[in-house]
């Protein structure tokens, strides 16, 4: 394992209950980045999982802010990429039964805090919650993208939290930081454990899920890992 220069004392410990993840460690081939759909409070996200059963979460959260904050130690993990059997299925996988528990232990998660995909109303920009977002934070896409014309952008602060987060995961589970330019589609290569960094768009259709979303900036930032 590589040595990295990350300051880990500055990610926020916000702990789920050891029954709300699964504590049994594995190796890791992928990290694979969503974002909330939800307001910018990273801790609120963590809240909501505190109320769930289900074992659904990542152990990183990233708010608008730039903090990091974790949920459970990366070594572990939790439920968050719910790709149906059926549709693992059409990839030709035999076995699709546990391909997405298999991907689960195999990945590391992280959310970033974002709206997500936006609709204009009266002249603005909203959320499906109803939350008007600024323009200035308005990403635009033509043609667009999983059904929408605009998201919420990452903002300056959390692409760069999200580098770093990168950075130090790929370095300590020796995940590749090639980048993949298909990793806004699914993927089969994705869904087939090929080591890497992905998205929840690499494993989900378009019409169940949109996270992430291209901006530019984080292409670029993709791009830039692997000679960082």
């Not at 991907?103 to 939350?131: C, D, F, M, P, R």
């Not at 977002?133 to 990452?154: L, N, W």
């Not at 760069?160 to 790929?170: D, F, H, Q």
């Amino acid at each position: 394992m590589k040595n990295t220069t990350m300051d880990i004392s500055k990610i926020v410990q916000y702990p789920l209950a050891e029954d709300q993840y699964h504590k049994v460690e594995f190796p890791k081939k992928q990290v694979v980045i969503h974002h909330t759909a939800s307001g910018p409070s990273a801790k609120g996200n963590i809240d909501y999982w505190k109320t769930q059963p289900d074992k659904v979460a990542t152990a990183f959260v990233i708010g608008k802010d730039g903090v990091i904050v974790q949920a459970f130690g990366s070594k572990y993990y939790a439920a968050h990429l719910g790709i149906p059997a059926a549709f693992i299925k059409t990839f030709g996988f035999t076995d699709y039964g546990t391909r997405c528990d298999t991907l689960h232990k195999q990945s590391v998660g992280i959310e970033i805090t974002s709206w997500g995909g936006l609709t204009k109303k009266n002249g603005k920009w909203v959320s499906y919650a109803g939350v008007v977002v600024p323009d200035s934070d308005v990403q635009i896409y033509d043609p667009p993208f999983r059904g929408y014309v605009a998201f919420e952008k990452y903002s300056p602060a959390q692409l760069a939290s999200v580098k770093e987060l990168l950075l130090y995961l790929c370095n300590t589970y020796a995940v590749p930081k090639v980048y993949h330019t298909d990793m806004w589609d699914v993927s089969k290569k994705a869904i087939g454990s090929e080591p890497g960094i992905w998205t929840h768009t690499s494993y989900r259709k378009p019409t169940d899920k949109q996270d992430c979303h291209p901006q530019p900036e984080l292409i670029a930032l993709l791009e830039s890992l692997a000679t960082s």
